[in-house]
T-cell receptor, first 114, second 115 residues
Framework: DQQVKQNSPSLSVQEGRISILNCDYT??????FLWYKKYPAEGPTFLIS?????DKNEDGRFTVFLNKSAKHLSLHIVPSQPGDSAVYFC?????????????FGKGTKLSVIP | DSGVTQTPKHLITATGQRVTLRCSPR?????VYWYQQSLDQGLQFLIH???????AKGNILERFSAQQFPDLHSELNLSSLELGDSALYFC??????????????FGPGTRLLVL
């Protein structure tokens, strides 16, 4: 049973527009959420995170929103740039469990069209 | 460059064989995590070591084992390999300082192909 779901395998967005990537989770014990970006032939790189005590975290062009009641988070990229084209993984952690193992979604491939 | 190194980059072997994947964490990081990414799957957590001790196990098969050495590098041993073990294996590291919510930094991965 997938505890972290990214229901859109792919997304295409025009350069300069907003990209919105969505993620749903089922485990109510998750209290820390992260987004990773992955280019081909490279490992995932950390992008942005949010703690469950917040509902929004912003870092430059990237903003993550968390809706705990809906068990939903989203990543907004504004404005989108061609270099943002990558696979984006949503991940969640249950930090009270004593191990910071991450549970990942299957990823969404973002293509930003120039 | 995340600072996490993994060797080898690629590995081709036959069913029934045994391989060892190696990971060197970022300087100063005490935690090492192993993940497996199969085709069309997200990254699946396998195992976590903190300062030489096993901290958590995920979906790791009994044919697989890992250890973290005193110099903090880690090895993932995969034995009696099957076709389905073909995947990308990632190592990640983090500072390991509890109870902080930490970022994990990933290596470039080892691509294993079992023929």
């Amino acid at each position: 049973d997938q505890q972290v779901k990214q229901n859109s395998p792919s997304l295409s967005v025009q350069e300069g527009r907003i990209s919105i990537l969505n993620c749903d989770y089922t485990n109510s014990m998750f209290d820390y959420f992260l987004w990773y970006k992955k280019y081909p032939a490279e490992g995932p790189t950390f992008l942005i995170s949010i703690s469950s005590i917040k509902d929004k975290n912003e870092d430059g062009r990237f903003t993550v929103f968390l809706n705990k009641s809906a068990k939903h988070l989203s990543l907004h990229i504004v404005p989108s740039q061609p270099g943002d084209s990558a696979v984006y993984f949503c991940a969640a952690s249950e930090t009270g469990a004593g191990s910071y193992q991450l549970t990942f979604g299957k990823g969404t491939k973002l293509s930003v069209i120039p | 460059d995340s600072g996490v190194t993994q060797t080898p980059k690629h590995l081709i072997t036959a069913t029934g064989q045994r391989v060892t994947l190696r990971c060197s964490p970022r300087s100063g990081d005490l935690s090492v995590y192993w993940y497996q990414q199969s085709l069309d799957q997200g990254l699946q957590f396998l195992i976590h070591y903190y300062n030489g001790e096993e901290r958590a196990k995920g979906n790791i098969l009994e044919r697989f084992s890992a250890q973290q050495f005193p110099d903090l590098h880690s090895e993932l041993n995969l034995s009696s390999l099957e076709l389905g073990d073909s995947a990308l294996y990632f190592c990640a590291s983090s500072a390991g300082a509890l109870p902080a919510r930490e970022t994990q930094y990933f290596g470039p991965g080892t691509r294993l192909l079992v023929l």
